[in-house]
């Protein structure tokens, strides 16, 4: 498939006539359609080039999914999917699937159209391009306000006949100039309604001048974490799909690792104001994030067991799906507390609030590039001291504070990456990713198991578990067991590289040296600073973080993303 | 994928034209339909106007090194394509005989497509060869158009006894009376006939109609020019059978009936 704009003064008749030249040019259908445009949130479709209609179709719909370079692929469905496992199998599922993953479909536009399809044939009348003109306007979700549309040529290239496709483009372009669309249908239409694709996504991006005022800088990347927070509430109080509450989430991590990390910008009453109200939001949001991650976790855990045994985990699932219900409705009474509104009001208004001349703070006036490098020098180098002090019997719970530093410097690298060159930095934060997916493994593994202990016993107080169910969970957790030593010795071996001498040499020359007398000073390894128990910018607002939760349900590590975002690990870094 | 053959030892009786029917209803229910025209003469080609050739012919075909799926071409029906004929194909019998399986061999080549189509057509050439029997081993049922004649039923019980050697998978096999013309006082007898049947028959008859005939002439399925016609209705009730029955395992099964 081929799409082309028609330009005002070209009419399609004329367009018809050209091709006549070539094809015998026969009018097949006339057909009047709406179509919904559907992608995910943060545009993962449109991302990847493809546009995905939907429209009534007898008594399901039709799903037509365009790629940008040309191809189409149709499908049927009893109704409009709201995910890409709820089509029905198939190459047309699979393309989606890989892509959507969990994240649901949701209209991006309308659009209704006035077809008129017309067929080139060949010589024995046979049609071997199929050509449809399409007239219409458009709407967004939900508003009135509808917008015409280019009229659109799309040339349908049928199997088996790609070189008589070839001709009748090469006519269309040659012909009346006319260009292949790159922009797709959807990025058409949206641009017909003045509406940008790709307004969300979830990877952190923000470029800061180095020059700029840290506090200034400070307040920059907190407006985007806030803003990151507001585009997915709505998402993630209808429940729409779990990504939107773990959005949420992590934007309010970030945001209080910002507050804790970013020293010496703002002044103590409001790090330690925001700092809790920040810390209470992300307790409020945890439990329904633990029940989205452990019902996440349910193929795998399926797949891991012998398939007799599988349907043994239904009860869990409904427990799961149950108690996910309780604590999102609890959730959304937070989010309807006048604590919640408040917060948000009073962050918004103090990030938009200026800065002031002289605010007597150390790093508040000095530019971002110097602050930036310092704690990220700093950071780094304490994640290196904690691991060196790591060995086979260190327990879990060192390991979560050696994962949970780690997340703290990937969070500064994120905040400051503008500062620095993408090609020094870039392998860096993969070389940091692939230690932490490795340790969020391990306290995955280690996680997992108390958890499931924990719903056994809760399942089996209020008769919910059968004792399949619960002989199924108990398998499982030896398997978790055993991968949990394995991914132990993993990280040792991911450790060793990350600190070895090449990574040292690339943090040092891109990060060290800000900082005074620190500047290339002596070999990495000896620390020059003595590490202070309890020195205030170390903490998290939370204070210590070192111990997981205790008493309740331990909180899973959740899945990291493929992209180089910082991952969204487990619920909160503080007991 | 699902493997139905048009199958048929004595030609003429419509099995052509019950291929590409049934493959154009399958098609538009969204049925992702391949037929695939495996006789040399190359009507059901013909009948969608696409040109009976095919590159490389029956030898590369046998040999496996064709890539069928660029042999494809789509029909003027949207979700339906076919794999035209070859005028080769009429040796693709001594073809086969050249490899090491040659009644695995249609079941082999055809792998590649289980994951692009649904439901896949095999319109047979008459004959019973290396050639049908390879398609047995491929195909999940077997649709038998019989004639209400004697010599009809004839060549079906000599079908049926030469599956009995067919050690295939379970095959289906599916008679259908076709080209009922109720003008003969034979063809009013269908049910004394189908008595002489030792399987179950599919109620739904295809009555001779010059509109069928008339498929050469339009070079089309009979509903894309006559959708309304008692002879389109025909097809949809027979179409509707079959699914049915596939989908109740009903009929006859080489190895047991029913599944």
């Not at chain 1, 001498?501 to 690339?506: A, D, F, I």
């Not at chain 1, 202070?532 to 973080?545: N, V």
């Amino acid at each position: 498939m081929s799409l082309f704009v028609l330009e005002p003064e070209i009419s399609a008749d004329v367009v018809l006539r050209g091709l006549g030249e070539a094809f015998v040019v026969e009018p097949r259908d006339q057909a009047r359609r709406r179509f919904t445009y559907l992608d995910t949130f943060d545009w993962r479709l449109q991302a990847a080039g493809l546009s995905l209609a939907v429209s009534p179709s007898g008594r399901g719909v039709r799903l037509l999914l365009l790629s940008d370079d040309g191809r189409s692929q149709e499908a049927r469905a009893p109704q409009t999917p709201r995910f890409a496992s709820d089509l029905p199998p198939g190459p047309f599922r699979e393309s989606l699937e890989s892509l959507s993953s969990i994240r649901r479909f949701l209209p991006r536009a309308h659009a209704d159209w006035r077809e008129e399809l017309f067929a080139l044939l060949n010589e024995d009348e046979k049609t071997v391009v199929r050509l449809l003109v399409r007239r219409g306007d458009a709407s967004l979700p939900g508003k009135r306000q509808r917008a015409p549309v280019p009229v659109q040529l799309h040339l349908e290239s049928l199997k088996g006949y790609e070189a008589e496709f070839r001709k009748a483009a090469s006519l269309v372009r040659k012909a009346f100039g006319l260009r292949p669309q790159d922009r797709g249908d959807l990025g058409m239409i949206l641009g017909a309604l003045g509406r940008t694709p790709g307004d969300y996504s979830s990877t952190f991006q923000i470029d800061l001048d180095p020059e700029l005022r840290s506090d200034e800088a400070a307040r920059s990347i907190h407006r985007c974490l806030l803003a990151a927070m507001l585009a997915n509430q709505d998402g993630m109080i209808q429940d729409l799909d779990p990504e939107f509450l773990h959005d949420f989430r992590v934007a309010v991590r970030r945001t209080r690792s910002a507050l804790a990390q970013v020293t010496g910008v703002f002044p103590d009453p409001v790090l330690r104001h925001f700092g809790e109200e920040f810390r209470w939001l992300g307790e409020r949001t945890g439990p329904t994030r633990d029940m989205d991650v452990y019902l996440l976790k349910i193929p795998g855990y399926q797949k891991a067991l012998p398939e007799g045994v599988r349907d043994q985990l239904d009860p869990l699932v409904r427990f799961l799906s149950k108690k996910k219900r309780k604590e999102h409705g609890r959730l959304l009474r937070s989010m309807g507390s006048k604590r919640y509104a408040r917060l948000l009001d009073d962050w918004g208004a103090f990030l938009r609030s200026p800065a002031g001349p002289d605010p007597g703070l150390p790093n508040a006036g000095r530019p971002i590039r110097l602050v930036a490098s310092e704690r990220i020098w700093k950071v780094y180098r304490k994640v290196l001291k904690r691991g060196r002090r790591t060995d086979r019997k260190t327990s879990p719970e060192t390991l979560h504070q050696l994962r949970i530093d780690c997340k703290k410097l990937r969070y500064l690298m994120t905040f400051f990456q503008s500062l620095y060159p993408p090609e020094a930095l870039k392998p860096l934060i993969k070389e940091l990713k692939n230690l932490q997916d490795t340790l969020g493994d391990f306290n995955d593994l280690y996680v997992q198991r108390a958890a499931l202990l924990g719903f056994a016993g809760e399942m089996l107080a209020t008769g919910a578990a059968p004792p399949a169910t619960l002989m199924a969970m108990g398998q499982l957790m030896g398997q978790l067991e055993t991968r949990q030593s394995v991914e132990g010795d993993a990280f040792r071996e991911r450790f060793q590289r990350f600190a070895g001498e090449k990574n040292r040499r690339r943090f040092r020359s891109l990060f060290a040296g800000a900082e005074e007398g620190v500047s290339a000073v002596g070999p990495v390894t000896a620390p020059t600073e003595l590490h202070t128990a309890g020195g205030h910018e170390e903490r998290t607002p939370a204070g210590p973080d070192a111990s997981l939760p205790s008493g309740a349900t331990p909180a899973p590590t959740e899945p990291e993303r493929p992209e180089a975002t910082p991952g969204a690990p487990e619920g909160e870094e503080g007991p | 994928m699902r493997v139905l053959a048009t199958y048929s030892i004595k030609g003429g009786v419509g099995k052509t034209a019950t291929a590409v029917n049934l493959g154009f209803l399958a098609a538009r229910e969204g049925t992702r339909t391949l037929v695939w025209d495996l006789d040399p003469q190359g009507a059901a080609s013909f009948y969608f106007r696409v040109k009976a050739r095919v590159k490389g012919g029956g030898k590369s075909l046998v040999r496996g090194d064709m890539d069928l799926d660029s042999r494809i071409k789509a029909t003027d029906f949207p979700g339906l394509d076919l794999l035209p004929a070859d005028f080769s194909y009429r040796h693709l019998d001594l073809e086969l005989d050249q490899t090491s399986k040659p009644v695995k061999q249609i079941a082999r080549v055809l792998k590649p497509l289980a994951r692009e189509y649904d439901l896949l057509i095999i319109d047979c050439a008459p004959s019973i060869s290396l050639v049908s029997e390879s398609v047995f081993r491929a195909a999940d049922v077997l649709l038998v158009p019989i004639i209400p004649t004697p010599l009809s039923l004839r060549t079906l019980l000599q079908l049926l006894k030469s599956l009995q050697s067919v050690k295939a998978k379970q095959l289906g096999v599916y008679p259908f009376f076709c080209m009922v013309d109720r003008r003969k006082a034979l063809h009013r007898r269908t049910a004394d006939l189908a008595s002489a049947i030792p399987v179950p028959i599919l109620r739904s008859q295809i009555p001779y109609s010059s509109l069928v005939e008339q498929m050469g002439a339009h070079r089309a399925p009979v509903h894309a020019y006559a959708g309304k016609s008692v002879a389109a209705r025909a097809y949809d009730a027979l179409w509707r059978e079959i699914r049915t029955w596939m989908e109740e395992g009903r009929g006859f099964y080489t190895g047991g009936t029913g599944r």
